[in-house]
């Protein structure tokens, strides 16, 4: 049973660069959700994506942006990089109208400089 | 605005002694509250769910409850490979009719186990 890959596992980033992170979720999957983890603190949400549309949106800025392909898998990418934006990324999958427990993958590190 | 309030930070233990952490939650329509562990520098892994009042659910050495405002995960004689930070993350109201919605966590609990 494949589980939630995440790809790449870390990068490093200059100030005012674009990155793109991606995610392919566990088998039998439907939909996938990003989150932000900071150091020390819980994974805060960013937004969630359902039939390759962006269904919810936490309190994130419009540098932060996502897609979703034909088989489920999904992208977030994030312009003009802050220090702040320094942080693990997390990649989590569910079946809409499933259990509603998110499985996560092992995130990206991103390490803006 | 849904809050949860994960307590202590931090808990060290010796081996074989049982303890409990907490989480506080603020919710309006709880529909699910979920426990995670995370080791460093890894995605959380799925523990637990809780749906209701007083449910309980265990799994080798832990125990998760559920009141209706704070779940325990209690720790029975706990080995040093339960070192870990254990998250608390709540589902609230299906605010969209969509279902399976963003999840609030709390900033965890790093546990440390003393051979």
């Known amino acids: 049973d494949a589980g939630v890959t995440q790809s790449p596992t870390h990068l490093i980033k200059t100030r005012g660069q674009q990155v793109t992170l991606r995610c392919s979720p566990k088998s039998g999957h439907d939909t996938v959700s990003w989150y932000q983890q900071a150091l020390g603190q819980g994974p805060q949400f960013i937004f969630q994506y359902y039939e390759e549309e962006e269904r919810q949106r936490g309190n994130f800025p419009d540098r932060f942006s996502g897609h979703q392909f034909p088989n489920y898998s999904s992208e977030l990418n994030v312009n003009a990089l802050l220090l702040g934006d320094s942080a693990l990324y997390l990649c989590?999958?569910?079946?809409?109208?499933?259990?509603?427990?998110?499985?996560f993958g092992p995130g990206t590190r991103l390490t803006v400089t | 605005e849904d809050q949860v309030t994960q307590s202590p930070e931090a808990l060290r233990l010796q081996e074989g002694e049982s303890s409990s952490l907490n989480c506080s939650y603020t919710v309006s329509g709880l529909r699910g509250l979920f426990w995670y562990r995370q080791d460093p520098g890894k995605g959380p892994e799925f523990l637990f769910t809780?749906?209701?009042a007083g449910e309980e659910k265990e799994k080798e050495r832990l125990k998760a409850t559920l009141t209706k405002k704070e779940s325990f995960l209690h720790i029975t004689a706990p080995k040093p490979e339960d070192s870990a930070t254990y998250l608390c993350?709540?589902?609230?109201?299906?605010?969209?009719?969509?279902?399976?919605?963003?999840?609030?966590f709390g900033t965890g609990t790093r546990l440390t186990i003393i051979p």
């Open positions: 993350a709540v589902h609230g109201p299906d605010a969209s009719n969509f279902g399976n919605e963003k999840l609030t």
């Open positions: 809780l749906y209701s």
């Open positions: 989590a999958s569910t079946k809409a109208g499933g259990a509603p427990e998110q499985y």
